[in-house]
Nanobody
Framework: HVQLVESGGGSVQAGGSLRLSCVASGDTIGRYCMGWFRHAPGKERADVAVIARDGSTSYVNSVKGRFTISKDNAKNTLYLQMDNLKPEDTAMYYC??????????????????WGQGTQVTVS
């Protein structure tokens, strides 16, 4: 099965940018629906962005126009470009693979694979 390792988190001021990366091993990301979800203290885990095998994307409304999900199948890497960050974006961000439906879902969902997470803090 696929293993996922995230990086790129950090502490930034509001309005700043970060680019998260998720390197996969053990399998190719082109086989999977891929996405990012986040978990903030006191809140439920929540989808942020999803990219399908064909490259189509979906976003939670709160990040539309600010975040961009992309992937490089040749590098087996998933990305999340985050611009104009807001304090409410503060959370642990996780890369995930293999879930259905392949679109952003509100509320709890099952994800078959995910990484250890990378912390994003916006002040």
């Amino acid at each position: 099965h696929v293993q996922l390792v995230e990086s790129g988190g950090g502490s930034v001021q509001a309005g700043g940018s970060l680019r998260l990366s998720c390197v996969a091993s053990g399998d190719t990301i082109g086989r999977y629906c891929m996405g990012w979800f986040r978990h903030a203290p006191g809140k439920e885990r929540a989808d942020v962005a999803v990219i399908a095998r064909d490259g189509s994307t979906s976003y939670v409304n709160s990040v539309k126009g600010r975040f961009t999900i992309s992937k490089d199948n040749a590098k087996n890497t998933l990305y999340l470009q985050m611009d104009n960050l807001k304090p409410e974006d503060t959370a642990m961000y996780y890369c995930a693979a293999d879930f259905f439906p392949c679109t952003v879902v509100l509320g709890p969902r099952r994800r078959n694979y995910w990484g250890q997470g990378t912390q994003v803090t916006v002040s």
